[in-house]
């Protein structure tokens, strides 16, 4: 669907705009898009997406939305008008509300006149292991099921496609047809530390096994040298595409 450096999300999980835009500065030209999740947004609101775009960045809006269908529908759209690229909810709110913010994403991209973002669903969070699903939320299904069964939830709801754990990737290439989209946190190049990710590939494993976007953070954030750690995954990655 996409290749090269567009396949690359970093994930600006950061508490100062200034840093983030810094970031945004010193990557936009080597990576695709940049991720604003919860902490940068409650700290500083739409401005922060307004600016990276502003500076020729990209942005996949990670606020995973899960409430009743009308308020998803209301702030999706609010998502589209910031001229995001991709936002997503959280598959757990079910058919009608994910039916309510795709529908919602359409008509307001429609009326803007601009490119209609990509929705995808939240299925299982990386940092979730099947015995904490279990033990925890009392989900009964095995963890794959319960990424299939989300998963074409989503696509029966419209949605573009999901927001899955790479590990999860090659299941849902089998069980789900047509056209869709999977963007994979837990990627962590060779060598890198887990962090709080238990479910995670490396780069190359996750694009082998059929994933569509790449979202990177710590990795990169917390290297010396951030522009040669994003070079170093990127060749990584091209490696992949080579053998492929």
């Given at each position: 669907?996409?290749n090269?450096?567009?396949?690359l ?6 508490d ?40 020729g ?9 899960h409430?009743?269908?009308h ?17 997503n909810?959280h ?26 973002p990509l ?14 699903m ?10 794959p099921?319960?990424?299939?069964h989300?998963?074409r939830?989503?696509?029966r ?8 754990s ?7 290439r ?11 946190p837990g ?43 994003v ?7 091209e490696?992949?595409s080579?053998?492929?």
């Amino acid at each position: 669907m996409v290749n090269g450096k567009d396949r690359l999300i970093i994930a600006l999980d950061i508490d100062s705009d200034r840093e983030a835009l810094a970031i945004v500065d010193q990557l936009k030209d080597l990576v695709g898009m940049f991720k604003v999740g919860h902490q940068l947004f409650t700290a500083y609101g739409p401005a922060i997406v307004r600016n990276i775009i502003q500076r020729g960045g990209r942005v996949f809006l990670d606020l995973k939305y899960h409430d009743i269908p009308h308020t998803v529908a209301r702030a999706s759209a609010e998502a589209v008008k910031l001229g995001v690229s991709i936002l997503n909810v959280h598959a757990l709110g079910g058919f009608d509300m994910m039916k309510a913010a795709s529908e919602s994403v359409s008509e307001t991209a429609e009326k803007q006149g601009i490119p209609s973002p990509l929705i995808l669903a939240v299925t299982v969070l990386t940092s979730m292991d099947e015995r904490s699903m279990k033990k925890e939320l009392k989900i009964a299904r095995s963890l794959p099921r319960q990424v299939a069964h989300l998963a074409r939830l989503a696509q029966r709801a419209g949605l573009h496609g999901v927001v899955a754990s790479p590990q999860e990737i090659r299941m849902l290439r089998r069980n789900i047809r047509g056209t869709f989209v999977i963007l994979t946190p837990g990627v962590r190049p060779a060598g890198a530390a887990l962090d709080d990710q238990k479910r995670i590939m490396t780069p190359a494993e996750a694009l082998k096994t059929g994933a569509d976007y790449l979202v990177i953070g710590r990795p990169v954030l917390k290297a010396v040298n951030r522009e040669q750690a994003v070079k170093n995954i990127l060749e990584e990655m091209e490696q992949h595409s080579k053998r492929s």
